[in-house]
Antibody, heavy 118, light 107 residues
Framework: QVQLQESGPGLVKPSETLSLTCNVS????????WNWIRQPPGKGLEWIGY???????NYSPSLKSRVIISVDTSENHFSLTLTSVTAADTAMYFC????????????WGQGALVTVSS | DVQMTQSPSSLAASVGDRVTVTCRAG??????LNWYQQKPGQAPKLLVF???SLQSGVPLRFSGDGSGTSFTLTISSLQPEDFGTYFC?????????FGQGTTVEVK
């Protein structure tokens, strides 16, 4: 069965770049849509964007200027890059699978907490 | 963006109670409405998709209904393990958006 696992630094300095990777195991990344979602401590869920296995992307307008999501089919993982971070970017970051364009997020990673602090 | 509004923000109910959570969309999302349950320290778990389809393995006491702009998630007989926060999500148009969540406490 497909499992997702986020990895990356847990602490990032203000103005620097946040980078996370979501490793897909138990199945191929060569299908479906692959999403990033974040959740500030004690708050709700915010969709960041997705990458399709073909490489096409779609980002939240509120983060579009600072986000890149990419896929590496040879490594079976996809990645999130968020530039110029501030304390407001402190959150649990989740990756999730979406089978089709309007499908739900049926498989989620356990999440990676990223704190932005000097 | 399609704004999603849930009510109530929180509720407390007894084991065996029927519980209903409402989600309203700022514009029609057709039937592209999903529900998730999140427990503390865990990732959200998909319960119901496309308004009323139950995800595999989800107990039959959970059900979803609605269309357009108004949707409900119902737990027919609340169980102790049903505590947590429930989120609705629309996947009708990007950016995908979530409701603010409804926290369910089991008395």
């Amino acid at each position: 069965q497909v499992q997702l696992q986020e990895s990356g630094p847990g602490l990032v300095k203000p103005s620097e770049t946040l980078s996370l990777t979501c490793n897909v195991s138990g199945g191929s990344i060569n299908t479906h849509f692959w999403n990033w979602i974040r959740q500030p401590p004690g708050k709700g869920l915010e969709w960041i964007g997705y990458v399709h296995y073909s490489g096409s992307t779609n980002y939240s307008p509120s983060l579009k200027s600072r986000v890149i999501i990419s896929v590496d089919t040879s490594e079976n993982h996809f990645s999130l890059t968020l530039t110029s971070v501030t304390a407001a970017d402190t959150a649990m970051y989740f990756c999730a699978r979406q089978r089709g364009f309007s499908s739900p997020f049926d498989i989620w990673g356990q999440g990676a907490l990223v704190t932005v602090s000097s | 963006d399609v704004q999603m509004t849930q009510s109530p923000s929180s509720l407390a109910a007894s084991v065996g109670d029927r519980v209903t959570v409402t989600c309203r969309a700022g514009q029609s999302v057709a039937f592209n409405l999903n529900w998730y349950q999140q427990k503390p320290g865990q990732a959200p778990k998909l319960l119901v998709f496309a308004t009323s389809s139950l995800q595999s393995g989800v107990p039959l006491r959970f059900s979803g209904d609605g269309s357009g702009t108004s949707f409900t998630l119902t737990i027919s007989s609340l169980q102790p393990e049903d505590f947590g926060t429930y989120f609705c999500q629309q996947t009708y148009m990007t950016p995908w958006t979530f409701g603010q969540g409804t926290t369910v406490e089991v008395k």
